[in-house]
């Protein structure tokens, strides 16, 4: 039986770091730069050192041992939540887990008294796109960088009444507005198109 826990230390850095390799070769095989693939051992363990992580496994009744097959880690900052990495076994891909461990992060940063949450992911990556919409979640930017060869989409899920980010229909006007002047001009990369480079509208890319 999966269950499911909430760790602030004595967190398995090691394994979570192979589960985190194992669900995002999903996405070096679809050819997407995901920043994570690039990461080292040190790279997770800086950020497990100072953000909690909800994690599903499987343990063993007789050894204890536990076997991780989920996580997500968790940003929190006054009233914002960042739901960060989400990783799931790829054996376990499209059983739920993923939307579970979302549901107990979302309860914790609630409780935590955020008003909303953040998450992001490549335009390409169709599944995640369609995994945050279904978990509440709705388009609220969009993003390029020079270490990443896509489009991100920035996801937010309101988690408290707001008069503009509550609004189906504004929110989505602002997505859609958005999305065409940056496209406009930002490349993938986020360089700037030629209409870019002529009229900077977007700056530096951060």
Known sequence: MIRYDILRENIPCEELFRLMKDSFQERKDQGLNFTVLEYELENLKKL??????????????????????????????????????????????????????????????????CEYMLSNTSEEAISSVKWHLRNNYFKQRIGSYDNTNYYTVFFRKQLKYHWFWSNKALRTAYFNVYSFLYKLYRKKDGSLTAPGKLLGLFGKTQ
């Open 48 to 113: 497990l050192d100072v953000n909690p992580v909800v994690v599903a496994f499987d343990e063993n009744p007789q050894t204890g041992e536990r076997e991780y097959l989920g996580f997500q880690i968790v940003k929190i900052e006054d009233k914002e939540a960042v739901a960060g990495i989400l990783a799931v076994s790829p054996k376990c891909k499209r059983t739920g887990i993923g939307s579970k461990i979302e549901e107990i992060t979302q309860q914790f940063v609630v409780d935590e008294g």
